[in-house]
């Protein structure tokens, strides 16, 4: 285990198992269709690719760049588009894939935005929830794990830029941030 790590919550075996189950799921309820997956960049990257080698359905790929006024938390769900799609979504099925949802604020925030250009469906695929944490409500239909409040690392999940590239997720040791 990673010495920043307090303890792991999550192996790769218990997570690549989890996607491939996630995967089906979403194949059978899409069927006959073909998915635009939206990724928020960075984080759900690790997630996005596994996931959708997992699909058996046909499925496009494009990505979303957020980036947070204020990084720290003070005033979360406070973001702006830093890097936008490059494929039109007018009449697509979307799942946006998401790390992680906390809040909700910043979720809200993008499906306020793509909602705006009509496709045909969106829907929300994350990786991980904090669901007590919740602040407004948003629409997930999917995710592999529900995490409590802690503040967790890894598999695409970073503390400053770092831990993104561990193959679990685990809670983060709290002196590293404190
Ligand atoms: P929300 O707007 O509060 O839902 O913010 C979610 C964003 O906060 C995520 O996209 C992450 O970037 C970040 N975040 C929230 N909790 C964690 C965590 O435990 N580890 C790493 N990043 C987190
Ligand atoms: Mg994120």
Not at 59 to 73: E, M, N, Q, T, V
Not at 79 to 105: A, F, N, P
Not at 114 to 123: A, D, H, I, K, Q
Request: glycine content about 6%.
């Amino acid at each position: 285990m990673h010495p920043d790590l307090e303890r792991v919550l999550f192996t790769q075996d218990q997570i690549l198992k989890r996607i491939h189950e996630l995967a089906g799921e979403i194949s059978r309820d899409y069927e006959g269709r073909e998915l635009m997956l939206v990724a928020v960049l960075k984080g759900a990257v690790f997630f996005l690719t596994h996931l959708a080698q997992a699909l058996t359905i046909p499925a496009r790929i494009d990505y979303l760049g957020i980036a947070s006024f204020s990084p720290g938390k003070a005033l979360p769900g406070v973001v702006r588009i830093s890097k936008d799609l490059d494929l039109d979504i007018q009449g697509m099925d979307v799942l946006v894939v998401e790390d992680i949802v906390d809040t909700g604020l910043t979720l809200r925030y993008l499906l306020n935005i793509l909602s705006g250009r009509e496709p045909n469906s969106l829907f929300v695929c994350t990786f991980l929830d904090k669901a007590t944490r919740r602040l407004v409500e948003v629409p997930v239909r999917y995710r592999c794990f529900e995490i409590p409040d802690r503040f967790v690392v890894g598999f695409g999940l970073d503390y400053d830029q770092r831990y993104r590239t561990l193959p679990c997720v685990g809670i983060l040791k709290s002196h590293i941030y404190q």
